[in-house]
């Protein structure tokens, strides 16, 4: 029998009060239970408006029917068909405003809960001694190189082996899954579900070359001339932006890029761990993305007594996904929206001892579509913070561009592809994700590089 409700099921989590003090993840997961009864509310729509929402373009409405039958087998094996990481895509893809925003049910109510059912059957499927044969095509002799292990790499490499290509994926760091380790928390994406899901692409084949930072360890000229016939750059956007205000260089302030690979890579909120990172009591994070709700809640439960999100404009024009504000309040942060820092004061010893800010008001939209941020006449003040966390973007390292001839970067330093299938202005080289976009969401770069992976298939079957 159909399901009506129009609200979803409830996702189980941990108490705020619990959870802001450790790393387990914040979302239990659905019960089978609960799985068929949300599968059950999907009207199985002819048109498939949720699909055309999916940059991967799973079959949504005919995995959610095997879950309302209780066959979850059948249901992972249609995911694993347009996606090589679901059970990453179940937990920090921005379902609502994708697939679950073009769900007929968010008509009149909440729409389905995709996302929640992709998570439960990925999650089931690891449980289940993988229940599903993976369907791999007959070797074809053909070598790929893959630059990068974040969701881009990966799905490229997915992909391509699954056709039959021998594929290698380089990766700059010690462990493979590029943002995934070190930029999502364990408490959102437990990096035990990451290492998994790089299993299952091993298992395809697929081969994984450690602390190679490509444009030092190997150039992409010297990659074709090991044999490899081309080239897909993942490589990411990791170089952090600053805000080039006075007392950033004291001790005391992070980018979010180095306080979450401390954290989240070098798991320095365990007692024993090696990584140095600075236990402050009162924590500024500027910006307002999923990144900043990331450092901010890591930095609670690293101890912080008091953790502030510095946005100069308003919580209506704030980025992060909405989940994510509202489980970081949950969690005691406090916003302090319609700010601005203009400066990061230091004690005699050049730690941080607070920060001036100002407050703003919002005019006239800017080219992003969003009102403009005003700085309000005589209303600076100072917070009183110890530590300060600068979450304002990220572009990609220009190292590839500076050691490969002829490849076309803009003026952000994102590397210039032709259309969407990822071709660079290289032969045989192809690019996706941040490196191409700058800083962008998960699923838009498994997108990218499962449109790359079919381009680079048609490409070496001329």
Known sequence: MANMSPKKNEMPVQAPEVRNKNFS??????????????????????????????????YIPEFIKKVAEG?????????????????VCGRVCPQETQCEAKCVRGIKGEPVAIGRLERF?????????????????????????????????????????????????????HI???????????????????????????ALGVEFVTNAVIGKTLTVDELFEEGYEAVFIGSGAGLPRFMNI????????????????????????????ATPIMKAQKVAVVGGGNVAMDAAR???????????????????????????VEHAEEEGIIFKTLNNP??????????????????????EPDESGRRRPVEVKDSEYILDVDAVIMSIGTSPNPLIRSTTEGLETD??????????????????????????????????????GKNAAKAIDEYLKK
């Open 25 to 58: 993840e914040v979302a239990l997961g659905y019960t089978e239970e609960q799985a068929i009864d949300e599968a059950k509310r999907c009207l199985d729509c002819k048109n498939m408006p949720c699909v055309g929402g999916c940059p991967v373009k799973i």
């Open 71 to 87: 066959d979850f087998s059948a249901a992972y094996g249609i995911i694993y068909k347009s996606s090589s990481l679901p059970a």
């Open 121 to 173: 059957v990925a999650d089931w499927y690891m449980k289940n001694a993988k229940a599903v044969a993976k369907s791999v095509a007959e070797p074809n002799g053909k070598r790929v190189a893959v630059v990068g292990s974040g969701p881009s790499g990966l799905t490229c490499a997915g992909h391509l082996a699954k056709l039959g290509y021998s594929v290698t994926v380089f990766e700059a760091l």
């Open 176 to 202: 493979a899954g590029g943002v995934l380790v070190y930029g999502i928390p364990e408490f959102r994406l437990p990096k035990d579900i990451v290492k998994r899901e790089i299993d299952n692409l091993k």
């Open 246 to 273: 006075p007392g950033e260089n004291l001790n005391g302030v992070y980018s979010a890029n180095e306080f979450l690979t401390r954290t989240n890579l070098m798991k320095a909120y365990e007692e024993d761990s």
């Open 298 to 324: 890591c930095a609670m439960r690293l101890g912080a007594e008091e953790v502030y999100v510095v946005y100069r404009r308003s919580m209506d024009e704030m980025p992060a996904r909405r989940e994510e």
């Open 342 to 363: 203009v400066e990061i004061l230091g004690n005699d010893q050049s730690f941080v001892n607070g920060i001036k800010c100002v407050r703003m008001e919002l005019g």
């Open 411 to 448: 003026r952000r330093d994102c590397i210039v592809t032709k259309d969407e299938s990822g071709l660079t202005s290289r032969e045989g080289v192809y690019a996706g994700g941040d490196a191409v976009t700058g800083a962008a969401t998960v699923i838009l770069a498994m997108g990218a």
